[in-house]
Structures are given as C-alpha cells and as structure tokens.
C-alpha cells in the first residue's frame, strides 16, 4: 500500500518541535502492512513522553499500544519494531471489511533518530524538495536520499520495505499542486475534484468577476495576471498547470511560463484548430518543437465527454496517468 504525501503530512514538524520544547517525542511509522490494514504503509504517530499523541498508525485499532511503548522508548538510543494483529471486529470498526497485521516502527527523537537528520528532512519538506528518508532497521542506520535514488518509488508515491526486510524506504513527496488557469464552469467542477485526488488546487483569473468568491466557495483564487501568478507561486516537478480561458492573452503567459518550468503536465483547453495557432504563436515565440510537444492538448482523455463536469473528469484521468505513469 502506498501513503501520499498529504496524508497527515506534518508528524515530522511535530516531533521536532515537541522535541525541541523539551517533552520528549517518538515518531512511529508503519512499516509493513499484511490484509485489510487500517492505515497505510508510510503513516506517522508522534507521541510525546506525557502521552500527547498526533496523528495515526491504525485508525484506532493499536493506538493505545503503540502509545504506551513510545512512552517507555522516549531516549532510547535504538528503534524498536512493534507487531500488531487488527482483528477483524477491530478493522470493521474502522470501515474495512477483514482484519489484518501491521508493523510499526518507533524511532525516538535525539536517541535513535538524530535530531540534525530530522532537521534536515524538516528543512527538506518546507522547501518543497523530494527526499526519501532510509532507515536500515536491523542496524540502526540512517539516511537522506535524494529523488534520484527511488525514482519508481517518488513516481508513484510509494513508501515501503526493501526486499532485505530491514530498509524501510520512506518517501516525503512535495505536496501536489494544480494551477488552474481561466474561472470557468470547467473549472468550478475541476478544482473540487483535484483537491480530492490530494491536490492543493489553485485559480488563477484577473478577472474579478469571473474568480467571485461566491462561484468558487472556499478555494484559493489568485487575481494576478497569470504569469505574474505562477512565478509568486512557484513550478517545480510536483505541480500541474492547466490553462482553461480559451483567450491568448491569459492562456499564452501561463503556458510560457509552465514549458520553461519543470511541471509534470501542462494541459490546455482548446479544439485542434486552436491548438493549432497555439502552437504557431509559441513557435513564433522561440519555442523548440519539443518543448511544445509538451503540451497535452486538446486537454483530457478521450473519453467523449460531454460538459463540464465529464471534460473535468477527463483531465483529471489524464493529470494521473501523466502523474503516475510518465
């Protein structure tokens, strides 16, 4: 099973922070998972030496156990593997159909998990840099990978034991970004959906009428020009951008910005005809063929979708296939 980087993406912050504030703190992260395991594989518990606890490892099924063992672990010099059965009462208290096992590991924070590792991975998630973290849990050492090391694994989101049974591969994703461009009705069924495939969505429309609170009702809605938008916000590997206005003049400084960016996907509303003049204008503007080819247009799958929920559900089909299968 897999964990994506949203999940409960703060039990590292936490933990350094109780540590630093002097109560104490365990991070326990499952390791393995057998059956219908109530969390995944990659899920974090900190517990603090007072039996203050974030997060989860099991929906409540071990929780109490595993606090109880952290509590006694606080300092240790080494980790400690728990090993729990999940009865199948417990696993249907918590919406799953059969029980299962889970494994999870405790790591105590200034004991056996060095407190300038875990600053560095901290350092390395609030600068929106991929990194793995690797621990052999046989010998007790630790590591940061970069991307580059698991590229199958950042792919596709995927924390996990090594064939070994003592490396345990733990992957810390940038959080998923879609940069929406053009506040249309495509866009109003887009950006709920994105946010539910574990995207952070934002609207990108200098058009105050047309990015109204009131038609997107808690969204994050950028009122710049999109160029002067996207460069504030940031592109980088873990973000994707899609352009909706059907107007160059919105449209175009998005693209141009997105193609000299490293984004994951770049889509763009818009008939072949369209597409077309499209990419004579970036062609015109300096752009390689190659780079161009980059953009998946007309936008979506071929799913013959009619409206724009179905044209939203195309593009977000075609945003995961780019996501997990290149």
């Known amino acids: ?65 595993v606090v109880v063992e ?33 494994r999870v590991w405790l790591e105590p924070v200034g004991g056996a998990l060095p407190v300038d590792l875990l600053q560095d991975l901290v350092a390395a998630r609030a600068a929106r840099c991929p990194v793995a973290y690797v621990v052999d849990t046989a010998r007790g050492t630790r590591r940061l990978d970069a991307a580059d090391a698991w590229p199958d694994r950042f792919r596709m989101d995927r924390s996990g034991m090594e064939d070994d049974g003592a490396t345990f591969i733990h992957i810390h994703n940038p959080p998923l970004r879609m940069v929406v461009v053009g506040a249309v009705h495509i866009a109003q069924a887009l950006l709920p959906m994105a946010r ?25 809605i950028v009122e710049d020009w999109p160029d002067e938008a996207l460069d504030a916000l940031g592109l980088d590997p873990r973000v994707a951008v899609v ?34 003049k ?30 724009p929920a179905e044209i939203a559900v195309s593009i977000l089909a075609e945003v995961t296939q780019r996501l997990r299968q290149g």
């Not at 499952?30 to 099991?58: C, F, K, N, Y």
């Not at 606080?74 to 159909?97: H, I, R, T, W, Y």
């Not at 058009?207 to 109204?212: E, K």
């Not at 909706?244 to 141009?256: F, G, N, Q, S, Y």
Request: proline residues 5%; hydrophobic residues 40%; glycine residues 14%.
């Open 196 to 220: 539910l495939a574990g995207y952070d969505p934002v609207l990108v429309d200098p058009r105050p009428a047309f990015g109204a609170a009131a038609r997107f009702p808690g969204e994050t």
């Open 278 to 307: 499209r990419v004579a204008r970036l062609t015109e503007a300096g752009f390689a063929e190659d780079a161009i080819a980059r953009i998946h247009a007309p936008v979506g799958l071929d799913i013959g979708a009619r409206g």
């Open 1 to 65: 099973m897999c964990i994506m980087a949203h999940d409960l993406e703060n039990m590292p912050e936490i933990a350094l922070e109780w540590h630093r504030a002097g109560k104490g703190a365990v991070l326990a992260t499952v390791v393995e998972t057998w059956g219908s395991a109530p969390r995944p594989v990659g899920s974090q518990l900190v517990i603090s030496g007072d039996g203050e606890m974030e997060g989860s490892v099991s929906g409540g099924c071990v929780e109490g156990a």
């Open 70 to 102: 952290a509590m006694e672990a606080v300092g240790d010099d080494s980790g400690q593997m728990l090993e729990f059965g999940v009865s199948d009462d417990q696993a249907f208290a918590v919406g799953l159909a059969c029980g299962g096992r889970i």
């Open 243 to 276: 352009t909706l206005t059907h107007d160059p003049k919105l449209d175009d400084p998005a693209i141009e910005r997105a193609l000299r960016s490293d984004v994951f996907y770049l889509g763009c509303l818009g008939s072949t005809r369209t597409h077309a």
